[in-house]
C-alpha cells in the first residue's frame, strides 16, 4: 500500500527562520494535506495542496506564513516562515488511499527557540 | 463533511471489550465513517469504515445504526498497547478531512 515519506523528522530552529518540510508520496495522489499538531491537541488542517493550482487554506492560516507547493500528482512541501516558538509543533502531510482510508507521513517535529 | 461528537476520555482495564460512540447527526446520504487511531508521536492510522450495519475487521469491528446519526467502535479484549487517542471522521468522496478531538483511550494493566 501507498507509503508517505516526510522530511525533516524533527529540527529545532531560531526565530525568525523559515523551514521547508517536504512529503513524498510513492504514487499519485489528487489531494494532500498539511496539518499541525501541538502537543496533547487534536490535528488542525492548515491547507489542502492540489497539483496545479493554489493551495485552500483553512481560517486562521495564511499563504504568507505556510506557503505550500505542489509541482506533481506525488510531492508537496510545506514552509512555515518567519518562525516563532508558536510554530513549535508536529507537522503532518497526509492523502486518501484509493481505498479512501486517509494516510499520514510520520510527522515532522519542529522546535523553535 | 459530517460534523462529529466523541466522549473525551475513556478507561478501560487490559482483556475488556471498549465501545467508543460517535455521533454525527448531519450525516449525508453518501458520507462513510472512518476511525482512526493515533499514538504518541505518530500520524493517525486507519482502523475501520463502514456505511451502515457493522464492519469487522482483524482490529475492530463498527456498528452503524439505520439512522446513521451515530456509530460504536469496538475493539475486543484491548491490551495495554491499545493506549490511544481515537478519532472518527465523517465524509464522502474527495472530502476534507478535519479531526474533532477524539477520544483518549487509556488501558490499565
Known amino acids: 500500500s501507498a507509503v508517505i515519506s516526510q522530511k525533516p523528522s524533527r529540527d529545532i530552529c531560531q526565530r525568525g527562520t523559515s523551514l521547508t518540510i517536504q512529503c513524498q508520496v510513492d504514487?499519485?495522489?489528487?489531494?494532500m494535506f498539511w496539518y499541525r499538531q501541538q502537543p496533547g491537541q487534536s490535528l488542525t488542517l492548515i491547507a489542502t495542496?492540489?497539483?496545479?493550482?493554489?493551495?485552500?487554506?483553512e481560517s486562521g492560516f495564511v499563504i504568507d506564513k505556510f506557503p505550500i507547493s505542489r509541482p506533481n500528482l506525488t510531492f508537496s512541501t510545506l514552509t512555515v516562515s518567519n518562525m516563532s516558538p508558536e510554530d513549535s509543533s508536529i507537522y503532518l502531510c497526509?492523502?486518501?488511499?484509493?481505498?479512501?482510508?486517509?494516510?499520514f507521513g510520520e510527522g515532522s517535529r519542529l522546535t523553535v527557540l | 463533511l459530517a460534523k462529529t461528537t466523541q466522549p473525551i476520555s475513556m478507561d478501560s482495564y487490559e482483556g475488556q471489550e471498549v465501545n467508543i460512540t460517535c455521533s454525527h447527526n448531519?450525516?449525508?446520504?453518501?458520507?462513510?465513517i472512518t476511525w482512526y487511531q493515533q499514538f504518541p508521536s505518530q500520524g493517525p492510522r486507519f482502523i475501520i469504515q463502514?456505511?451502515?450495519t457493522k464492519v469487522t475487521n482483524e482490529v475492530a469491528s463498527l456498528f452503524i445504526p439505520a439512522d446513521r446519526k451515530s456509530s460504536t467502535l469496538s475493539l475486543p479484549r484491548v491490551s495495554l498497547s491499545d493506549t490511544a487517542v481515537y478519532y472518527c471522521?465523517?465524509?464522502?468522496?474527495?472530502?476534507?478531512?478535519?479531526f474533532g478531538r477524539g477520544t483518549s483511550l487509556i488501558v490499565h494493566p
Open positions: 448531519n450525516i449525508a446520504t453518501n458520507d462513510y
Open positions: 504514487s499519485q495522489v489528487t489531494m
Open positions: 495542496a492540489n497539483q496545479g493550482s493554489e493551495a485552500t487554506y
Open positions: 463502514g456505511y451502515k
Open positions: 471522521l465523517g465524509g464522502g468522496g474527495s472530502y476534507i478531512p478535519t
Open positions: 497526509s492523502a486518501f488511499r484509493d481505498t479512501g482510508e486517509l494516510f
